[in-house]
Every structure is written in C-alpha cells, then in structure tokens.
C-alpha cells in the first residue's frame, strides 16, 4: 500500500506544480492584457466615485494619474470660467453684480472691542489717557533713539534714517547702560519717548516704544527692515520739514491705542512744504511703515516716491506704565496658539 | 436704574470711576454713574458689601472717599471722606456689623469709622506700603494686611496694639541672601486659621497662625511674573491666582501643584472672585474684559467687554443670574445622569445574571456566544 501511495502522492505534487505554472503563465497573461486595456483606456479613464489617486501603490502610475486628475480639474475649471464669462456678455448691462472675492480680511470675526466713535465712555478713556497731553497741545514730541548694547551694521543706519524721518530725534550709543536707568534721565531732558532698536545677528528684529513720562510701552517684532540703500527708485534724501501721519486700520480698542502711540511721535502740525508721509498701515496685525514723498502732477494725477526706510512691526505686548518687564503689569499680551488659532480675529 | 441694578449680579470698578453691573443671563452690562461727570480721581480701587443681605455697596474712590451705592434703587446715596489722598489710594475696604467700616490705605493705616461720619473710632499702623488689606469671612473683627517689604500681618481690631500673628522672612536663599516679602493678595482659608498669600515674586504661601511655625508652611510657585490677585473656591482645597501678563490657574492647596489653567484674559489680572456656592470663578483686568470660567472643566462662560480698564470685582452670594439658568439645568442634569446610571445599572444586573445562569450551565464556547449575541439583540 505505502509503495502505490508514494508515486501517487509525487504525481499528484507534479500535477499541482505543473497546474501552479500553467495558472502563472494564464496570470501573467491576463496582467499584460489587463495593461494594454488600461493603456488604451487612459485618455478617457473615469474614476469611480469614492476612488482616491493616492490608493495607487506605484509611485509613477500615482503620479501619473494624479497629474491627469489636476489637468482633468483645471480644464472643469476654465470651461466653467468661460461659460459664464460668455453668459455676462450675453447679458450686457443686466449682468449681475461680480462676487467680491473673499479674503481673509473681510472675513473677519466680530470685534466686540471695536471702537465705536461716539462712545462716550471711550472718548472719555480716550481724552484722559497717557497721550492727551500731546492732543490737547502741551508737549512737544522729542524722541530719543538707542539700541542694543554694541550695535552693526545695518541697525545703526537703521537709527539714523529712522531719526531723519521722525522730527526731534536724537540718536545715543546704549554704552551698555540699563533702560530703567535711562527712563528718569530722560524724563528729567523732557524726552517724551523712548525707541530701543534690538538686533540678532546684525539684523534689527525688536522694537521697544516706552512714552515718557508715564508709559505705556508697546514691545513690537521687526521684520524685512529694509534701509534707503537697498530701496529701487527711491527719491532724494528726505527734508526736515515734518512729514504728515497717515493711521490706516486701526480700529479695535487696542488698535487706537496702538495709532495714538504712533500718532503721538510726530508733532502735530505737519509742514505741507515738504510734501513727505508717514504711514503706518495695519493689515492682518502686522504694521507696515512706509515713507513717502508726494507730487501732484495736475488735478487728477499724484506721483509718489518713497524714501525709505521700510519695515514691518507685529505688535507682542502693551504694558502699562515705563518699561518694566519683570514687574509692569500689561495691558495686553500676544499668546500664541491660544490668541492667533482663528486666522480670521484680528487684534489691532 | 432700580429695575437695572437688581438684575445685576457681578460688580465691577473701573479705572475711569465708573461702576458698572453686569447680569449674566440678560448679557447686559450697565453703568451706573453719571457718564458727564466722570474724572480719573474717582476711580474705584476697592468694592465691598455694605450689609449681608447685600442691599448696599461700597466704593473706595482714589481721591479718599467711600461712597455707598444701593442696589435697591440705583443710585449713590452718600460719600463720606475717609482719609487723605496723600496717603495713597485704599488697598482694602470692608465693612463691620452693619454700619461701621474697615479702610485701609496704602500707607498702611487701618481705620475703622462709624455710622456718623466723625473721625475714626480706631486705628492701626500696618507698616508701609500696604497692598492689601482682607477681612476674615468667619471673624469680622480679623482683619490681615500685607504689602510690598511689609509681611503678612493678622490684627484683631478688638486689640489694635498688636497683631496676633506676624509672618517671617522666608529663610536666606543658597547664597545667603534675604528674600524680600511683597504681598499682593490675601485669603482666608474657610473652616481653619491658615491664609494664603500670593506675592509679587510669584510665590503662593499658606500661613498658619495655630502653629508656632511664623514662616509659610506651605510654598508654591506660579509662572515668572507677579501674582496680582487671588480667590479661594467654595469648596476649598484649591487657590486661584492670576498674574500680571493674564495667567490664571488653579493651584492646589495640598502639595501647591497646578490643577490646570484657565485660558482667555489677554492683559493683568487685577481681581479675581469665586462664586459663594457655584463653582465659578469671575475675573477682570487691563484688558477691559470681565471673564466668568467654570471651575469644574476650567472652560470659560462668559466673556463681557466693559471699554473701560477694571479694578476690582465683586460678585453677588445668590445664584448667578446665568447660574440660576445654568444652575437650573444643572440641577436637572445630574437627575438625568442618574436616572441614565440607573438604566445602566439594571442592564449590567441583567447580563450578570444570565451570565451566571451560562455558568451554571456547562456549555460549549459557541453557545455561549451565540447567547451573548442574543442577549445583546435582546437590549
């Protein structure tokens, strides 16, 4: 019995092998057909439903398909464009109004903080505050620029150009000393601000702005600072005359706090001779400071031409009272991921 | 006005002299002082209930007076000076049985004044630089002070000579050098003798004045900035403290570990108040906003801007009106749950009892799946 079994058993393993080729032969087969009918199926493939190009497990295939899908998508895309660009024309007149584009800024969540400017309350806080002794006409604004210890390169031309566009600045070496000492010399000279220009690895990146004599201090970041040298089609070296301010976007509570610190570093009776602007426009939280002078080339036209410098401020924190960071009490303070995670609300 | 200001149910003193009510379910906010008539020299640095039927208010004015407000009828019924403004603004207000009250000014003078609006009736000197001043829940008669190099310091008002309990200097730090006091909030803790203090060197200390041990017997640490304010929950255990950049988080009392933060305020905390029975805590600071968190699951409530910087807090001992709505609910809710419980409980005795009758049965793994299987259909 065992001996009939055994070659039964082999011709049996036989069997399946030769079974086990043939079927891989049929596969390979059926693959290479299966190819060639997706090959030629692929200038119209359609996707199921519920496909997903990053199924595909070859690379190439994926990338393949997946610039397909795009090209599929942005040919949708502009049929759709062009239809309806044709059905306005068709339209004439009668078309609808275009959709205004949605941006991040129009967007914006409600602030309840935003001022409302017949607020009575407000205008008092407003009219009693640190600044209403520049408003109402006292003080004078005079300013005094200082760095961090050992400044170079581009931060002390920084300084100075900052010091020829604002009136009354005055531009001191640090020589190591500590602001908190600082603040009642200058008190004691009449100093109605104090600007501390702060630099890592030769580049400014910190700006801290402490009114005299009685705060706040406003700590801001500095970013893409670009000085007069590296400005394209600037014009002429700026005059003394005292350029006006222009605010732009400063709307919620700590955003007028934020413009009357501004407003308040330039005297307040502009010099319209010398044609020069200062303009700090808010977008998105970040500040943009730019310097221009204007010409008006007939009634309708104006030429402008800017004069540098150009820099960018994100406000970090307002404290109340002289610089103080270890025991000042703020008024406001950026935190990070617990303030910015909605990029839709805005704080200035 | 009358109508207004028996809705309120959170106080608030701002820096531009205007006091303001808040009610929480109507989400209305209410200034109750003349907005033509406003100057900074009124501004409001210390709230207190004039009565415990909480019917009066009472204001401590920078420019040294106390006025009273009734929330009856809306309207400022008197003012009385206490004190010059020379000696600095009032760090603490209290009133005691009734008619009489408690100031203290930052010079350190603590004064307690009569109905008939002579001078003081009694006085003491706290020492200088006082930060604040806090009357004992339990014994109206305690009172404690603390301040800037100035130690925490219990005074029985009864005996004015001398305070009952005076802190010590924490020890010399590993360089042998003193470590100054600079109290900037005080707390009676309910239910014992000990009172928790935070400082302007970030440190919350508990002092117990039944032990001989003047130093705190409890130290703990909060963030790297000055705590400005503090409160102590309904049910103990747990302090409240919040600094000057707008952290506020929940440390508790037994090992001074946090229990979590509360997220929201952007600028310093200037007063900081638990709810008398809820679990609430409501604060309010430089930036303009009166914040109300939960203090179960630390989410906040409410979040009222009020345009002016605020001072000082206080909060009504009746259900907050948000509270009654909440609390309402609330009340209803864990009847819910245990009604839900209940539901679970009778499945969970369900399944154990047939789970035992498989047991008594020996069966095969199959069945008893197949019965499980059913049993669940069954639910």
């Known amino acids: 019995m065992d001996i009939t079994e055994v070659p039964t058993e082999k011709g049996s393993k036989k069997k399946k092998k030769s079974m086990k080729a043939k079927t891989k032969v049929k596969n390979m087969e059926v693959k290479e057909e299966s190819s060639a009918a997706e090959n030629q199926a692929d200038?119209?493939?359609?996707?199921?439903?519920?496909?997903?190009?990053?199924?595909?497990?070859?690379?190439?295939?994926?990338?393949?398909?997946?610039?397909?899908?795009?090209?599929?998508?942005?040919?949708?895309?502009?049929?759709?464009?062009?239809?309806?660009?044709?059905?306005?024309?068709?339209?004439?007149?009668?078309?609808?109004?275009?959709?205004?584009?949605?941006?991040?800024?129009?967007?914006?969540?409600?602030?309840?903080?935003?001022?409302?400017?017949?607020?009575?309350?407000?205008?008092?806080?407003?009219?009693?505050?640190?600044?209403?002794?520049?408003?109402?006409?006292?003080?004078?604004?005079?300013?005094?620029?200082?760095?961090?210890?050992?400044?170079?390169?581009?931060?002390?031309?920084?300084?100075?150009?900052?010091?020829?566009?604002?009136?009354?600045?005055?531009?001191?070496?640090?020589?190591?000393?500590?602001?908190?000492?600082?603040?009642?010399?200058?008190?004691?000279?009449?100093?109605?601000?104090?600007?501390?220009?702060?630099?890592?690895?030769?580049?400014?990146?910190?700006?801290?702005?402490?009114?005299?004599?009685?705060?706040?201090?406003?700590?801001?970041?500095?970013?893409?600072?670009?000085?007069?040298?590296?400005?394209?089609?600037?014009?002429?070296?700026?005059?003394?005359?005292?350029?006006?301010?222009?605010?732009?976007?400063?709307?919620?509570?700590?955003?007028?706090?934020?413009?009357?610190?501004?407003?308040?570093?330039?005297?307040?009776?502009?010099?319209?001779?010398?044609?020069?602007?200062?303009?700090?426009?808010?977008?998105r939280d970040f500040i943009f400071f730019r310097f221009h002078r204007y010409i008006f080339k007939n009634e309708k036209k104006v030429g402008i031409q800017e004069l540098g410098p150009r820099f960018t401020l994100k406000l970090r924190s307002l404290q109340k009272g002289t610089f103080d960071s270890k025991y000042g009490e703020y008024e406001w303070v950026l935190k990070r991921h617990e303030m910015d995670a909605c990029r839709r609300k805005f704080q200035l | 006005m009358e109508e207004r200001s028996r809705l309120c149910s959170v106080w608030l003193g701002s820096e531009t002299g205007i006091l303001k009510g808040v009610s929480l379910d109507r989400k209305q906010a209410f200034n109750f002082s003349n907005t033509r008539a406003l100057s900074r020299d009124q501004e409001v640095r210390a709230l207190c209930w004039a009565d415990p039927a909480?019917?009066?208010?009472?204001?401590?004015?920078?420019?040294?007076?106390?006025?009273?407000?009734?929330?009856?009828?809306?309207?400022?019924?008197?003012?009385?000076?206490?004190?010059?403004?020379?000696?600095?603004?009032?760090?603490?207000?209290?009133?005691?049985?009734?008619?009489?009250?408690?100031?203290?000014?930052?010079?350190?003078?603590?004064?307690?004044?009569?109905?008939?609006?002579?001078?003081?009736?009694?006085?003491?000197?706290?020492?200088?630089?006082?930060?604040?001043?806090?009357?004992?829940?339990?014994?109206?008669?305690?009172?404690?002070?603390?301040?800037?190099?100035?130690?925490?310091?219990?005074?029985?008002?009864?005996?004015?000579?001398?305070?009952?309990?005076?802190?010590?200097?924490?020890?010399?730090?590993?360089?042998?050098?003193?470590?100054?006091?600079?109290?900037?909030?005080?707390?009676?803790?309910?239910?014992?003798?000990?009172?928790?203090?935070?400082?302007?060197?970030?440190?919350?200390?508990?002092?117990?004045?039944?032990?001989?041990?003047?130093?705190?017997?409890?130290?703990?640490?909060?963030?790297?900035?000055?705590?400005?304010?503090?409160?102590?929950?309904?049910?103990?255990?747990?302090?409240?403290?919040?600094?000057?950049?707008g952290d506020v988080a929940v440390l508790d009392l037994r090992k001074g570990l946090v229990r979590g933060r509360l997220k929201g305020a952007a600028g310093g905390v200037r007063a900081l108040q638990c709810h008398a029975s809820q679990p609430l805590v409501a604060s309010c600071g430089l930036d303009r906003f009166l914040r109300v968190h939960s203090l179960e699951d630390r989410q906040p409530l409410h979040r009222v801007y009020l345009k002016s910087r605020l001072t000082c807090l206080l909060l009504a001992s009746r259900e907050l009106q948000a509270g009654q709505g909440g609390g309402a609910t609330e009340g209803a809710e864990p009847q819910v749950k245990e009604e839900e419980e209940d539901e679970v409980w009778d499945r969970m005795e369900q399944v154990e009892e047939e789970e035992e009758a498989t047991k008594r049965k020996p069966a095969a793994g199959e069945e008893e799946v197949k019965k499980k299987k059913k049993k669940k259909g069954g639910d």
Request: proline share 7%.
């Open chain 1, 43 to 283: 200038p119209t493939t359609a996707f199921p439903p519920t496909f997903s190009v990053s199924e595909i497990k070859n690379k190439q295939r994926r990338h393949l398909m997946f610039m397909k899908f795009k090209q599929e998508k942005r040919k949708q895309k502009l049929q759709l464009k062009k239809k309806r660009r044709k059905e306005r024309e068709a339209l004439g007149d009668k078309a609808p109004p275009k959709e205004v584009p949605k941006t991040i800024e129009n967007q914006r969540v409600f602030d309840e903080t935003a001022v409302d400017p017949e607020d009575e309350e407000v205008a008092f806080d407003e009219g009693t505050d640190e600044f209403s002794a520049y408003f109402n006409g006292l003080t004078n604004p005079k300013v005094l620029i200082t760095t961090s210890d050992r400044p170079r390169g581009r931060t002390v031309r920084f300084c100075e150009q900052l010091a020829s566009v604002i009136p009354n600045a005055h531009v001191y070496y640090r020589r190591g000393l500590a602001l908190k000492r600082i603040i009642p010399q200058c008190v004691a000279r009449d100093f109605t601000y104090m600007m501390v220009i702060n630099q890592d690895r030769l580049v400014p990146n910190g700006l801290v702005l402490c009114h005299l004599p009685d705060g706040p201090t406003a700590h801001f970041k500095v970013s893409s600072v670009r000085v007069r040298k590296e400005i394209k089609r600037r014009g002429k070296e700026p005059t003394e005359h005292y350029p006006e301010v222009i605010l732009n976007n400063f709307t919620t509570r700590l955003g007028h706090s934020i413009g009357r610190l501004f407003a308040a570093l330039f005297p307040q009776n502009p010099q319209f001779v010398g044609r020069q602007v200062a303009t700090f426009h808010n977008q």
């Open chain 2, 54 to 245: 909480e019917s009066e208010l009472l204001l401590g004015c920078a420019d040294g007076t106390v006025r009273t407000f009734s929330t009856e009828k809306g309207v400022f019924t008197e003012a009385r000076s206490c004190g010059d403004p020379q000696e600095g603004c009032f760090s603490g207000l209290a009133s005691l049985r009734g008619s009489a009250i408690i100031t203290c000014a930052e010079c350190g003078k603590v004064r307690v004044w009569r109905e008939d609006g002579s001078g003081p009736v009694a006085e003491l000197d706290a020492g200088s630089n006082v930060c604040r001043m806090r009357q004992s829940p339990m014994d109206p008669n305690r009172v404690a002070t603390g301040g800037k190099d100035n130690g925490l310091k219990i005074w029985d008002l009864e005996r004015p000579e001398k305070p009952l309990f005076t802190a010590k200097n924490l020890r010399d730090d590993w360089l042998d050098l003193r470590r100054p006091h600079w109290v900037r909030d005080i707390g009676f803790i309910q239910d014992s003798d000990k009172v928790v203090t935070c400082t302007g060197y970030h440190q919350v200390h508990v002092f117990d004045p039944a032990t001989p041990q003047r130093r705190p017997v409890l130290e703990a640490e909060f963030g790297e900035y000055p705590l400005t304010a503090l409160a102590l929950p309904a049910g103990g255990g747990a302090v409240v403290v919040g600094n000057t950049q």
